[in-house]
């Protein structure tokens, strides 16, 4: 007979009798279940703690030595710097007596004098040049022609040398990393300050190592420390700390016989590789939690394994793995007398039928009690609960669970079209979002086109009524100046006659500008080079001497089509605006790549910046800030690249200059 498809009233007979008869068993067997695991959780719980501790103890070890390792740092990179300052003075020297091209002999002595200066135990000066080629005689002697090696290195070095040059005088370029010099077993850590003595085209390295950080000395002393700490610790009777690197040699053994062997392949009588285990289970376990392990394991003197259970925690920054470990032997020895106490339990009557009731509704009550649980999360949504640990019953509750589980099933089936419906909604309704932000931004255009045209039509009809009157006074102005008058009055005559040919000239160069607004014309396209129209307009530009003109040619730019002249109009618009918003004094800086399907140029100047309101107006027509302007460059230019299939962006702070970039279709 199958107890499963007894009614209800049966089942709870057969529990009754089999409480009933057997209580000594059932009360034993759990008393001593439930007290084993108790005790092993208590035990867990508190080789955790104490692991956890002496991690927060380690940790705090490591960061006084970070701390100290910073500090000492700063220092070091400000005695380089001091170095780094004495070379350039010396070079400085050099070159006031000798200008850049001293005698051979000489420039040899003074840079081997120079490649002499030590910093620290084996810190080193070294002067290259923009090859990365050693210029001491000495050092090529040692370490060869050139301080640029194949692979890494030599692209360390290379960015080294881009950073000294960026820097500029007065600020030089510091950075750490890793290197394994030539013989060298073990990789080190460098740290360089550099610099660029442009007049001489030297670029000067001065340069140390991390392993001569009195800090080094100090991380030994914490960790000695540390371990004699730890060696004395003592976990119950024969539990203990015991500390291993990742490559599995012992930091801290017991009593501290096996210091320095290596364990990783050690084996239980299992086979098991408990070290390995270990190491990998707390190299990988998440955040602050411990990795525990239950193991055999034999010490030496020992006569054989024991089983045992260990906390483990892994500290990256000294590679070790902490474990805290404790003997079961210890930790069970009070579960015999449990065992003693269990004959007892069967004489009190009372517990017995208390284990009956209680066994009898918890059978009744726990499938209802599951399926309740099971309709309150269906009724929070979460359709994927399973009831086949009640259904198998053939009695009532079985025959509401089935129920249940087949409306689940049909109210999920229904929730996921309802699912799929609103998600072919919300991806009709993106697809309207997009086609409407594409709509306005057409109309936009055409609104802009538009406004354009009527404004060119306007400008050309306006320029071309206004050229003639303006000759004729100019011509009348000259005709005046040149008719001989005498009297009290001739000084104030022909102040202003000038005055009104100056004006003249200035509304004749806004007709200019309008004209040229007005009769736009398309481009007449030619492969060339961005470099080379830059190069080009900068050999005929006119930029006054005050102006320090900085440029950052790009590599590998492929040709573009462009019309020459259209395009220098472009650069003398731009440029002439950076000029003039400079005040004629600061640095022009105009550099050059490749973004995307586009060849870019990028004008900087180092003006007063462009205020945020007159952003989105700087390309309209008629807008100028400057008393004499047009209003038409920019918006010239903005037609000349649009005509390109390009376009002119703007960056701009308040203060801090502005930034515009002409895009250029590549091929």
Aim: glycine share 8%.
């Amino acid at each position: 007979m199958d107890i499963k498809h007894l009614s209800i009233k049966w089942k709870l007979l057969f529990i009754s009798v089999f409480a009933v008869t057997v209580p000594t068993v059932i009360m034993g067997l759990a008393s001593y279940s439930i007290h084993s695991a108790e005790t092993y959780k208590e035990v867990k719980e508190k080789l955790g703690s104490i692991v956890s501790d002496w991690k927060v103890v380690t940790e705090s070890y490591v960061q006084q030595k970070e701390r100290v390792l910073k500090r000492e740092e700063v220092l070091v990179k400000q005695r380089l710097e001091t170095m780094d300052l004495v070379v350039n003075k010396i070079l400085e020297i050099l070159y006031a007596i000798d200008g850049n091209n001293p005698p051979e002999d000489k420039r040899d002595k003074v840079f081997d004098k120079i490649v002499s200066l030590r910093v620290g135990k084996s810190g080193f000066v070294a002067l290259i040049d923009r090859y990365g080629n050693y210029l001491s005689k000495e050092q090529r002697k040692r370490y060869g022609d050139t301080m640029i090696q194949a692979g890494e290195s030599g692209t360390i070095i290379r960015g080294i040398m881009e950073g000294a040059k960026r820097s500029g005088k007065g600020s030089p370029y510091s950075l750490s990393y890793p290197v394994k010099d030539s013989g060298g077993k073990e990789e080190r850590v460098r740290l360089t300050v550099a610099s660029w003595f442009e007049p001489l085209d030297v670029y000067i390295l001065v340069t140390t190592y991390y392993t001569d950080f009195k800090s080094y000395e100090l991380e030994n002393l914490l960790q000695e420390e540390l371990v004699n700490r730890m060696s004395r610790e003592r976990i119950g009777a024969n539990g203990y700390l015991w500390i291993v690197n990742s490559r599995g040699e012992y930091v801290v053994s017991k009593n501290k016989l096996r210091n320095g062997e290596n364990i990783l392949d050690t084996r239980d009588r299992t086979g098991r590789q408990v070290v390995k285990d270990i190491i990998a289970g707390a190299m990988s376990s998440p955040g602050k939690e411990p990795y525990y392990s239950s193991h055999l394991w034999r010490n030496v003197g020992e006569k054989e394994e024991m089983q045992r259970l260990s906390a483990s925690l892994y500290i990256p920054e000294w590679d070790w793995v902490i474990s805290a470990v404790s003997y079961n032997k210890d930790f069970l020895v009070g579960l015999g007398k449990i065992k003693m106490n269990i004959a007892f339990v069967s004489l009190i009557a009372i517990i017995i039928s208390s284990l009956c009731a209680y066994y009898l509704t918890l059978m009744i009550s726990r499938p209802i009690r599951v399926l309740n649980e099971i309709v309150i999360k269906a009724s929070s949504g979460d359709l994927s609960v399973d009831v086949g640990g009640v259904k198998w019953a053939r009695d009532e509750v079985g025959t509401l669970a089935e129920s249940i589980e087949k409306m689940m099933i049909s109210l999920a089936a229904k929730r996921r079209a309802l699912e799929d419906k609103a998600k072919e909604e919300h991806r009709k309704a993106e697809e309207l979002e997009r086609a409407y932000a594409k709509l306005q931004d057409t109309q936009e255009k055409l609104v802009r086109s538009e406004k354009l045209a009527i404004l060119g039509k306007l400008a050309g009809t306006v320029s071309h009524e206004l050229r003639n009157p303006l000759g004729v006074i100019k011509n009348a102005v000259y005709f005046l100046k040149n008719i001989p008058t005498a009297g009290p009055g001739e000084e104030k005559t022909r102040k202003y006659l000038g005055i009104i040919d100056e004006e003249v000239n200035i509304a004749g160069n806004i007709i200019s500008g309008i004209m040229a607004f007005s009769r736009a014309k398309e481009p007449e396209l030619v492969k060339s080079s961005v470099n080379d129209i830059v190069n080009e307009h900068l050999k005929k530009a006119e930029i006054p001497s005050t102006i320090r003109v900085i440029t950052f040619p790009g590599e590998g730019i492929p040709p573009v089509s462009v019309d020459r002249g259209q395009m220098n109009q472009v650069l003398f618009n731009v440029i002439m605006n950076a000029v003039q918003a400079m005040d004629y004094k600061g640095s022009l800086i105009i550099s050059t790549e490749v973004a995307g399907r586009y060849a870019q140029i990028s004008i900087t100047d180092t003006g007063k910046g462009i205020p945020k309101d007159n952003m989105e107006k700087i390309f309209d027509p008629l807008f100028s800030t400057k008393v004499t302007g047009t209003g038409f460059g920019l918006s010239v230019c903005k037609s000349i690249m649009e005509k390109h299939g390009g376009d002119i962006l703007v960056l701009s702070e308040p203060g801090k200059g502005a930034t515009f970039t002409i895009r250029i279709p590549v091929g």
